[in-house]
């Protein structure tokens, strides 16, 4: 029986009083085998119904979704959509009516079906200007040469300083204390798993939430994390220990709730 919206609003709701440092929680999915990815390269195949209304519960309670550049572009993203089983939740906490959606991008170039969504917004009734959030470095701002500010606005376009960056990588600790300074404490990250990896190494992963589902991928498929180090290349760090908190399951899906242990 699959899981019910309220069940998974409890499972999924956020700690209050959130951390000063805000809350950082990883959703991610891996087949039964452990596979990051389904045989066609995205994690989206993997989904089923079960971990699609939880991964849309998740985006419903959350300030912001926090994803990289890549899977953004391999996984299409788009900016999140209202959910209405969290409309009231949301309210209640002051919350906007709609994450905002921020991509890590050293380049500074936007995934084309992210741009084209929050392009779409913007045009809206509404005037939106604040759905999405460009975070990158300086050398992707210079090369736009001021065009990813008139394109997103000065104020969607977070630049990290030249000491945060290495090798055209943003750090994943700056990044997460941006978007919390900015009033979006509760932060999903979708990863991918290089991504992850870089918050982990950070110190900032307060819990994971991942979702395994009944598959079978084989091959050479990498798992939800690509390592430990704080940047590809470095030494891996120890490895992190979690303690599982919730579980929800249904006949092809197993949703968990692991809190990093401090």
């Known amino acids: 029986m699959r899981p019910t919206a309220d069940q998974l609003r409890s499972m999924y709701a956020y700690p209050e009083p959130l951390p000063a440092r805000g809350w950082v ?26 971990d699609s209304a939880a991964l849309a519960t998740m985006r419903g309670l959350a300030d912001v979704i926090l994803v990289g550049a890549g899977t953004a572009a391999t996984e299409k993203y788009g900016l999140a ?15 906007a009516p709609v994450a905002v959606m921020a991509v890590l991008t050293g380049s500074g170039i936007v995934p084309e079906t992210l741009g084209r969504s929050a392009e779409r917004a913007r045009a809206g009734a509404a005037g939106d200007h604040t759905r999405l959030l460009v975070v990158t470095t300086p050398a992707g701002e210079q090369a736009h040469a001021g065009a990813l500010h008139d394109q997103w606005g000065v104020d969607a376009v977070l630049v990290c300083p030249p000491h945060t960056s290495r090798d055209g990588r943003i750090d ?14 509760r932060v999903l990250c979708e990863g991918g798993p290089g991504l992850l990896a870089a918050v982990v190494a950070a110190g900032r992963l307060d819990e994971l939430c991942l979702s395994v589902t009944g598959r079978l991928v084989g091959g050479a498929a990498g798992r939800i994390v690509a390592g430990l180090g704080r940047h590809p290349g470095d030494p891996a760090a120890d490895a992190v220990d979690l303690t599982l908190e919730r ?14 242990r401090r």
């Open 25 to 50: 929680r990883a959703s991610m999915v891996s087949s039964a085998d452990g596979a990051a990815t389904g045989p066609d390269g995205r994690s989206g195949s993997l989904a089923t119904v079960t």
């Open 247 to 260: 579980v929800l399951h249904d006949t092809d899906t197993v949703l968990t709730r692991w809190r990093v």
């Open 172 to 185: 994943a600790e700056w990044a997460v204390d941006a978007l919390v300074q900015r009033g979006l404490p």
């Open 81 to 95: 959509e209202p959910h209405a089983g969290t409309a009231a939740t949301r309210a209640a906490l002051g919350q």
